[in-house]
């Protein structure tokens, strides 16, 4: 979502086909050696269900960004609502970079529909202020979703069984 008038994103949205089934799709949300290989964590903890902590590790990048400094860091928030195959909505999420202060509190939610031939990822990433920090993290967020969640539909796509 963009901010009204202006070149700078509010939030995170995007939709993606993914020839897998809906389960196996929302499950490589909470299964830490997938997390490793699609969206290069280093660690984490996540448990499905209602109440349930979600905290991914990334590797401290070597290049600093001049608003942000340098990225990867921890994210992590509460699991608030876990539909297995449908859904899970993570509330009072944060990122905590290896330099600065957190940025948050935010949300995630990713949901799941089945298709013919696998599934229908839609990934929201939402909470927002105005400052320049927050902008720019949306920025980085964007082309970093884009990057993760194309991995995820490569890494899942050439599991599938034939």
């Not at 089934?21 to 499905?48: C, E, H, N, Q």
């Not at 340098?70 to 905590?96: K, M, N, P, Q, S």
Request: overall charge neutral; hydrophobic content about 45%; proline content about 8%.
């Amino acid at each position: 979502m963009w901010r009204s008038g202006t070149n700078e994103p509010s939030s995170f949205e995007h939709a993606l086909e993914i020839d897998a089934p809906p389960a196996a799709v929302l499950g490589a949300f909470f299964d830490r050696a997938l997390l490793r290989r699609w969206w290069g964590v280093s660690a984490a903890v996540t448990i499905p269900r209602s109440l349930g902590v979600y905290a991914l590790q990334w590797p401290q990048s070597a290049d600093r960004d001049p608003l942000l400094g340098r990225l990867g860091g921890t994210f992590y928030g509460t699991v608030i609502d876990f539909r297995a195959g449908r859904e899970f909505f993570l509330a009072d999420a944060y990122w905590l970079p290896p330099d600065g202060d957190p940025i948050g509190p935010m949300a995630l939610h990713v949901s799941c529909d089945a298709r013919p031939g696998g599934a229908r990822l839609v990934l929201m990433q939402s909470g927002c202020d105005d400052s320049p920090r927050w902008r720019r993290f949306y920025h980085v967020i964007t082309a970093g979703w884009r990057e993760a969640l194309s991995g995820l539909k490569a890494e899942l796509e050439a599991s599938r069984p034939a």
